[in-house]
């Protein structure tokens, strides 16, 4: 071995064990190997952060973004009211849960697809008094399972995309992973969804998630074109108890009725008054197309602001023309000017809640706060701070107030809806503190069809090859900002930077062990000590240590160390090196031995009430299952 070879082959180990060991973020480990061959020499200085702007990260970035619009649009929450089973069996429940994971998983982000349905799964364990772990290993492995049968569903794809770029000129296209990967799924999805609930340990949750708030009261209006018009308030609360959600009164015409009738037919603009949980506030409204009264009241107030902003104009035009013909008294321009000042403070608050950066943050009321005994109303919320009530929870307590006029007491959590900043100095003023952030969104129907129209025109400029991916979803993140589905602080919120440093430090490294020989030196060993020049075997042994590899360290670290061993792998046996590009893309996804392997099984590990040993139970027969399918399929899609 050359001493390049020994040198690079050295800080591989060092890395790998550095990703087993867990001590320091994944992103700092493949940083820190990136800057190790950069000053050893094995990475020329002009390279060093090429990786930053590979098509795989550029890629992997926009993705997140797109699947974080979908998400806080509420397009998925209204696919998954529309498609999940309301009152089935847990067997139903989990089947339809797991498939549904494993459709959105390949349109999206199967990291952003699985936190997308783990509230609606713990509700359903709650519902059905089921453990959540019961309910969540199957969801998360059904999420990893989808994940590999297009080109965007995991970060492992794309970068054996770029690298086959590289070998042949030309990466794989979107559903180029679908012949073999849908076979694997559909295999591991059948077994998950017949034996998955023996296989899966009983376990408790965890502890809590956050500040249990209680269940909050809201005003929803019925507006012009909802669909509650005309309905019967017992068929509204049929539709509102698969949401956990309840109507305790109504009010029509400024008149309370604090039990209406279950026969009582709902008119337009009725207001009604919900109980809901949290976690169902959104599927509550959006599922009968409600309306939150202090959203509406909030739009109104800002078209008489663009009113008198016109008819201010206009006087103002008006004045102009009149001083220039000398009839305009100096008195009236004054009072102009001391109009606009005492307005302009006012106006600032206004234009707050008109900006990109809205948010839904939780705060509870404290025992010093300024503002106990009085309501909204009373210290003009919305004109003074820029914010809305929408919602509000008292522990143990109803009321039929109007939530404007609702007397705060100690202990309220208030659901605000502002700019984060216009929230804080409203908290820092009255005594309210913010509570943990959870993901809150009420969803809206009109931003929903437009960021599901933007994923599916790049999804469709990236299959049919229009555009290569990271251009095509570059594009669709564009068009998010301009049509306001994301703002730019959300922009960047919802990209994981750990991944994306990960990945773009790990893609010169790899580089270094191709240009080096270093992995032809490892593939040449595992053919002749393993393989003994066999392309099946190596096929499976390249399939099997990836996996391998993959349940102890980032899957993207894993696709990114094994592409060029498997590249010369292909070289060694004279093949094609499709077959063995398609292996690691496989097993770097397929983790599902371990809580550290892939992100998903992290996200249900506090949830579920697992422990590390309890994955391979369920995890070790669906990776045999997916040699079991995968090697065969892979030799008959992608001939040697």
Known sequence: ????????????????????????????????????CVVLGLVPTGEAFIGFGHPAVITVACILILSSALQRSGAVDTLSRTVLPQSAGPFVTMAALSLLAAILSAFMNNVGALALLMPIALQIANKQDLPPGKILMPLAFGSILGGMTTLIGTPPNLIVSGFRAEVNGAGFSMFDYSPVGVAIALAGLLFVILLGRFLVPTRQRAGAEGFETGSYLTEARITEGSKA?????????????KS????????????????????????????????????????????????????LRS?????????????????????????????????DAEKDDTSKSEKKDSDTKKRALQSDDISLIEVVVLPNASFIGRSAADIRIRSRYGINLLALSRQGQRSMSRLRTMKM????VLLMQGTPA?????GNRLGCAPLAERSLNLGDKTQALKATAIMAVAIALAAFGILPAAISFALGVLATLLVGVVSPRTLYDAVDWPVVVLLAALIPVAN????????????RFLLDTVAQGSAPVALALILVVTMTLSDFMNNAATAAVMCPIAIGSAA??????????????????????????HQNNTLILGPGGFRFSDYWRLGLPIEIIVVAVGVPMLLWVWPL
Not at 11 to 17: H, I, K, N, R, S
Not at 313 to 329: C, F, I, L, T, W
């Open 1 to 36: 071995m050359s001493t390049p070879q020994i040198m690079i082959l050295a800080v591989l180990l060092g890395t790998v064990v550095l990703f087993l060991w867990g001590r320091w973020r994944h992103d700092m480990v493949a940083m820190a190997s990136l800057l190790v």
């Open 229 to 241: 018009i005309g309905m019967f308030m017992r068929e509204i609360n049929d539709e509102l108890e």
């Open 244 to 295: 956990d959600a309840q109507v305790i009164g109504l009010i029509r015409n400024e008149r309370r009725i604090p039990a209406p009738s279950p026969y009582r037919e709902l008119q337009q603009d009725d207001i009604l008054l919900i109980e809901a949980e949290p976690e169902g506030l959104a599927s509550a409204l959006s599922g009968l197309e409600l309306t939150l009264e202090a959203e």
């Open 299 to 331: 739009e109104e107030a800002n078209a008489e602001q663009k009113e008198e902003a016109k008819e201010q104009v206009r006087a103002q035009k008006a004045q102009k023309a009149a001083e220039k013909s000398g009839d305009a008294p100096k008195a």
């Open 409 to 412: 007491q100690a202990g309220d």
């Open 422 to 426: 216009a929230i804080h100095e409203f």
């Open 512 to 523: 270094a062990m191709e240009s080096t020989g270093s992995a032809d030196l490892i593939a």
């Open 572 to 597: 060694q046996l004279d093949a094609s090196s499709d077959p063995f590009l398609m292996a690691v893309a496989i097993g770097a996804s397929c983790a599902f031995l371990t809580p550290i392997g």
